[in-house]
């Protein structure tokens, strides 16, 4: 096994398809495929056997399908990186697969050429959704969920009107010290705010409440 090389673990139900993958991916000097799974439960299993830099995750397969998997590898904050494969997927489910942690989306009828770029684009820190990359996924979650155009939901989560508006500020990618130099506040005070914020909302990273705060309607358009 090269340890320079990108590991890749494919989960899918159909042999004639992971037989296919795993021939074209190993004929890419930087990709190695380390595992085949045939169902949700074995892709868990082998991302915990192999830990690779990424996992083909098929979205419909048999016992435990794709998003299942998805959601339980989120939960044990694995540092694999999760693209999905998928025949067909709606908006609602992209959104949703992303903010429960997937990092890619490419559609199984895409050019071989296309996946590849996706992989390696995962594998350099951006999202991949359908045929393109996506640098600010805030950004894009953001206009996907606003432009579907949910009823408004105005809890505040116990959240106060100061946090409300920290909050906002996350969502837009301020660092710490913009935020403090935006409301006239020192660093230690940001950082306390946020830290009442991330217990009340039960998130433990930036990324996870910027999301947090999209898909609660928290934030204005």
């Given amino acids: 096994m090269d340890s320079r090389k990108v590991q890749v673990v494919i989960a899918d139900d159909h042999t004639i398809f992971r037989d296919g993958l795993r021939r074209l991916l190993d004929l890419e000097e930087d990709l190695e495929v380390v595992g085949e799974a045939a169902d949700g439960s074995e892709a868990v299993a082998m991302v915990h056997e192999h830990k690779p830099s990424i996992l083909l995750l098929d979205l419909a397969m048999p016992r435990t399908p794709g998003m299942d998997a998805l959601r339980e590898l989120a939960q ?4 694999t990186c999760i693209i999905l494969l998928t025949a ?11 903010q429960i942690g997937a990092r890619g989306i490419v559609m ?42 949910a009823p408004r939901k105005r809890g ?38 946020l830290t009442n914020i991330f217990g009340k909302v039960g998130v433990s990273s930036r990324l996870e409440l910027a999301l947090f705060a999209i898909n609660n309607r928290l934030i204005e358009n």
Avoid: C, M
Wanted: aromatic share 6%.
């Fill in 76 to 79: 044990q904050q694995t540092s």
């Fill in 156 to 193: 505040s989560f116990g959240l106060t009107r100061r946090e409300i508006e920290i909050l906002g500020t996350i969502a837009t990618g301020l660092t710490n010290k913009e935020i403090a130099q935006k409301f006239s506040l020192s660093e230690d005070t940001v950082k306390h705010h």
């Fill in 88 to 98: 067909a997927i709606g908006q609602r489910q992209i959104v949703e697969a992303l």
């Fill in 108 to 149: 199984k009828d895409a050019a071989t050429q296309l996946l590849l770029k996706a992989i390696r684009t995962v594998v350099a820190g951006q999202y991949w959704v359908d045929r393109k990359p996506v640098a600010d996924i805030v950004g894009y979650l953001r206009e996907q969920t606003l432009s579907q155009n």
